[in-house]
């Protein structure tokens, strides 16, 4: 009797502890903050991208093996430099080729204006045949007169038939010239394609390809860009944009040079994308020896005009290149994304994502879900 009174007392213990949990894991307390509106906006921070403002991608514009490729990664090579070559060898026979055609075609249209001017001034029809002298004594002094005298033979349509005959071998050969001439200026196209010249001063920054390797219309064989001229590029969201002009300064800070630099506005996009409502724009950067393309940059925009949305730092959680917040409402919280701006003492702006008089969570963020359940503290 003593050992089943024990076991009761046990096993009601331990539901007890099992619903505790389960209403501790259901339910949580928490701070909230009620996100408000402030009239001075700090400056706002936007990641960015160190880019050439010159780069070019050098790419087969033909099949053939690639017979010379210049330098290594990181040189540095002039303007008109031959950097990349291919294998020119049968271009270069279709290209005697077609000279032999045109050289053909050429002594064929001479050919044609010869034959053309003495069927003009010499016909044939009023020319003898050749033959035996009697023979042909004959034959000019019975034979034609007699055809001409019977009406039949038509020397004047003999005549325009041999002229016509012959303007149709002169533009037959003038039709071959001409084929032969496209066809060259066709084959130095290709040989022009065949070799790609530096196009400014830079520095290869790239180089996919070796001597000998296969390159098919579009591979890449080389990236060349200048250094001596660098830009930002950064997505500006679609709110701050409109307060930007072309010409404005702005702070950069590029972390990887430990520089703080200015940067000129040189290009904003006319349109924002409909995906990230960002608006690509251009700084140009002082060019520096610690300055690299491809650095990560933080430019500062100016105050926004208007107001802003702040919130506690320790109501912003960071996962991966994400960031969240927990809004609560009728008890529960809610997981909401957001796009962060410029920290001020223990406040973040908010860009989107939240709005005046949401009630954002600032305690334990960590341990919440979606959905769960909370009780303010």
Same mark, same amino acid.
């Given at each position: 009797?003593?050992?089943?009174? *024990?076991?009761?007392?046990? =096993?009601?213990?331990? =539901?007890?502890?099992?619903?505790?949990?389960?209403?501790?894991?259901?339910?949580?307390?928490?701070?909230?903050?009620?996100?408000?509106?402030?009239?001075?906006?700090?400056? =706002?921070?936007?990641?960015?991208?160190?880019?050439?403002?010159?780069?070019?991608?050098?790419? +087969?514009?033909?099949?053939?093996?690639?017979?010379?490729?210049?330098?290594?990664?990181?040189?540095?090579?002039?303007?008109?430099?031959?950097?990349?070559?291919?294998?020119?060898?049968?271009?270069?026979?279709?290209?005697?080729?077609?000279?032999?055609?045109?050289?053909?075609?050429?002594?064929?249209?001479?050919?044609?204006?010869?034959?053309?001017?003495?069927?003009?001034?010499?016909?044939?029809?009023?020319?003898?045949?050749?033959?035996?002298?009697?023979?042909?004594?004959?034959?000019?002094?019975?034979?034609?007169?007699?055809?001409?005298?019977?009406?039949?033979?038509?020397?004047?349509?003999?005549?325009?038939?041999?002229?016509?005959?012959?303007?149709?071998?002169?533009?037959?050969?003038?039709?071959?010239?001409?084929?032969?001439?496209?066809?060259?200026?066709?084959?130095?196209?290709?040989?022009?394609?065949?070799?790609?010249?530096?196009?400014?001063?830079?520095?290869?920054?790239?180089?996919?390809?070796?001597?000998?390797?296969?390159?098919?219309?579009?591979?890449?064989?080389?990236?060349?860009?200048?250094?001596?001229?660098?830009?930002?590029?950064?997505?500006?969201?679609?709110?701050?944009?409109?307060?930007?002009?072309?010409?404005?300064?702005?702070?950069?800070?590029?972390?990887?040079?430990?520089?703080? *630099?200015?940067?000129?506005?040189?290009?904003? +996009?006319?349109?924002?994308?409909?995906?990230?409502?960002?608006?690509?724009?251009?700084?140009?950067?002082?060019?520096?020896?610690? *300055?690299?393309?491809?650095?990560?940059?933080?430019?500062?925009?100016?105050?926004?005009?208007?107001?802003?949305?702040?919130?506690?730092?320790?109501?912003?959680?960071?996962?991966?290149?994400?960031?969240?917040?927990?809004?609560?409402?009728?008890?529960?919280?809610?997981?909401?994304?957001?796009?962060?701006?410029?920290?001020?003492?223990?406040?973040?702006?908010?860009?989107?994502?939240?709005?005046?008089?949401?009630?954002?969570?600032?305690?334990?963020?960590?341990?919440?879900?979606?959905?769960?359940?909370?009780?303010?503290?």
């Amino acid at each position: 009797m003593c050992r089943k009174i *024990i076991a009761t007392i046990v =096993v009601a213990a331990v =539901v007890l502890s099992t619903s505790a949990t389960a209403r501790g894991l259901d339910q949580r307390f928490a701070d909230i903050f009620v996100v408000k509106e402030s009239t001075e906006a700090p400056t =706002v921070v936007i990641s960015g991208s160190v880019v050439p403002f010159k780069e070019v991608t050098l790419a +087969a514009q033909l099949p053939g093996r690639v017979k010379f490729i210049a330098g290594i990664e990181g040189e540095a090579f002039e303007e008109g430099t031959t950097l990349v070559a291919l294998d020119e060898d049968e271009l270069l026979a279709k290209r005697s080729a077609a000279y032999a055609q045109l050289a053909a075609a050429d002594a064929q249209m001479r050919n044609a204006n010869v034959q053309y001017s003495r069927e003009l001034w010499s016909p044939q029809s009023k020319s003898a045949p050749g033959g035996m002298a009697i023979p042909n004594l004959f034959d000019q002094m019975f034979t034609r007169p007699a055809e001409s005298f019977m009406g039949q033979r038509d020397r004047d349509a003999e005549r325009s038939a041999d002229l016509f005959a012959s303007g149709t071998q002169m533009e037959q050969a003038r039709s071959a010239i001409l084929r032969a001439q496209s066809e060259i200026r066709a084959i130095d196209a290709k040989l022009r394609d065949a070799k790609s010249l530096a196009p400014f001063d830079g520095v290869i920054t790239s180089k996919p390809a070796n001597v000998g390797d296969l390159a098919t219309p579009g591979r890449t064989l080389l990236t060349l860009e200048d250094e001596s001229s660098l830009q930002v590029i950064t997505d500006v969201p679609e709110a701050l944009v409109l307060d930007l002009a072309i010409g404005d300064i702005l702070p950069v800070k590029i972390d990887a040079a430990n520089l703080e *630099i200015s940067g000129t506005i040189t290009e904003i +996009a006319p349109r924002a994308d409909p995906t990230s409502r960002t608006a690509p724009v251009k700084l140009q950067i002082p060019s520096s020896p610690n *300055i690299r393309s491809g650095q990560f940059a933080r430019v500062s925009l100016p105050a926004r005009k208007g107001t802003a949305i702040m919130v506690p730092k320790s109501a912003v959680q960071s996962f991966g290149q994400l960031e969240r917040v927990f809004v609560e409402l009728d008890g529960r919280v809610r997981l909401q994304l957001v796009k962060t701006g410029q920290v001020v003492d223990d406040l973040i702006e908010i860009l989107s994502g939240v709005s005046a008089g949401d009630r954002v969570v600032v305690s334990d963020t960590r341990e919440l879900v979606d959905g769960r359940r909370v009780t303010v503290n």
